[in-house]
């Protein structure tokens, strides 16, 4: 299938941008790496009246790593992200996570601020923000605003992003002191969006035990789901932090797997991630 017709727009700068998005509201859709835009447009699941391009504001291709910040711009192709060997050593889960975002032809394309605000439940990108406490700027004709992540993401494919903002940039906090990350998940075959996944960090105490531990899972829920798992940590140890996640998620079937399965998964998963995660944070309470 093809688009509906729609008008085309490709601004110079942020300021034009905005100006457009301002203007046509919720009449307009932003165009980044496209990778999930253009297929929801084919699919006739999306018929905004106007495109924003926005590939032209270089100025929005960035990552810095600054003041305890890995900061990415809207701009910012996967690939590139992936590829940033500061932004690994500050928060290495960014990379961990990004590795099994899709496959190389659409990381080169496909930009992390935007899978971001596509909210996804099943984006693995949509997890790290959340289980790492990070944030989104977002700016419109009337200034700045900064969405933190556990309020960003209102449903499926539901951001906190008005129809007359842009997304310019998403804010991850570099990897403190003693801790340490992971991620795993299970897809049917590799590059596919995961039947489920886990994001998980751990933070050690001066004697070496956990004394924060927090994992988020996609594809069990419409939003990214949180979970502190310190106290399970604290008990009989990672297994134990699996069986109490399981306890914790309700999961729907549908066609890739059923909710019991999602749940075996979630609890096979936080304790592989955990585990992932415990040993980086030895590693580094060592150095």
Same mark, same amino acid.
């Given at each position: 299938?093809?688009?509906?017709?729609?008008?085309?727009?490709?601004?110079?700068? /942020?300021?034009?941008?905005?100006?457009?998005?301002?203007?046509?509201?919720?009449?307009?859709?932003?165009?980044?790496?496209?990778?999930?835009?253009?297929?929801?447009?084919?699919?006739?699941?999306?018929?905004?009246?106007?495109?924003?391009?926005?590939?032209r *504001?270089?100025?929005?291709?960035?990552?810095?790593?600054?003041?305890?910040q890995?900061?990415?711009?809207?701009?910012?192709?996967?690939?590139?992200?992936?590829?940033?060997?500061?932004a690994?050593?500050?928060?290495?889960?960014?990379?961990?996570?990004?590795?099994?975002?899709?496959?190389?032809?659409?990381?080169?394309r496909?930009t992390?601020?935007?899978?971001?605000v596509?909210a996804?439940?099943?984006?693995?990108?949509?997890?790290?923000?959340?289980?790492? !406490?990070?944030s989104?700027?977002?700016?419109?004709?009337?200034?700045?605003?900064l969405?933190?992540?556990?309020s960003f993401?209102?449903?499926? *494919?539901?951001?906190?992003? !008005?129809?007359d903002?842009?997304?310019i940039?998403?804010?991850?906090?570099?990897?403190?002191?003693?801790?340490?990350?992971?991620?795993?998940?299970?897809?049917?075959?590799?590059g596919?969006?995961?039947?489920?996944g886990?994001?998980?960090?751990?933070?050690l105490?001066?004697?070496?035990?956990?004394?924060?531990?927090?994992?988020a899972?996609?594809?069990?829920?419409?939003?990214?789901?949180v979970?502190d798992?310190?106290?399970?940590?604290?008990g009989?140890?990672?297994?134990?932090?699996?069986?109490?996640a399981?306890?914790?998620i309700?999961?729907?079937?549908?066609?890739?797997?059923?909710a019991?399965?999602?749940?075996?998964?979630?609890? /096979? *998963?936080?304790?592989?991630?955990l585990?992932?995660?415990?040993?980086?944070?030895r590693?580094n309470?060592?150095?």
């Open positions: 299938m093809k688009p509906p017709a729609f008008a085309y727009f490709r601004p110079e700068s /942020v300021a034009e941008a905005l100006a457009l998005l301002g203007t046509h509201g919720g009449d307009a859709k932003v165009l980044a790496g496209g990778q999930s835009l253009i297929p929801l447009l084919n699919l006739r699941l999306a018929t905004p009246a106007a495109l924003v391009d926005i590939n *504001l270089a100025e929005l291709a960035y990552v810095r790593v600054a003041d305890g890995v900061v990415i711009g809207a701009l910012a192709r996967h690939a590139d992200v992936l590829a940033d060997a500061a690994a050593a500050a928060q290495p889960l960014i990379r961990q996570a990004l590795r099994l975002v899709a496959h190389p032809v659409i990381r080169n496909g992390t601020v935007g899978s971001i596509h996804d439940p099943a984006g693995e990108m949509t997890a790290v923000l959340a289980v790492l !406490g990070g989104v700027k977002v700016a419109s004709v009337a200034g700045q605003r969405v933190p992540a556990a993401f209102l449903g499926p *494919l539901e951001p906190d992003v !008005g129809p903002e842009l997304a940039e998403a804010i991850f906090p570099v990897l403190p002191a003693r801790t340490g990350c992971g991620f795993a998940e299970v897809s049917r075959r590799h596919d969006y995961a039947i489920c886990v994001a998980a960090t751990v933070t105490d001066e004697i070496g035990q956990v004394s924060l531990a927090r994992a899972y996609l594809s069990v829920s419409g939003t990214p789901l979970l798992l310190t106290k399970a940590c604290a009989a140890g990672i297994a134990d932090a699996g069986e109490f399981v306890t914790r309700d999961p729907s079937s549908d066609i890739h797997a059923t019991a399965y999602r749940r075996h998964l979630a609890g /096979v *998963l936080t304790a592989r991630a585990t992932d995660a415990l040993a980086h944070a590693e309470a060592v150095v």
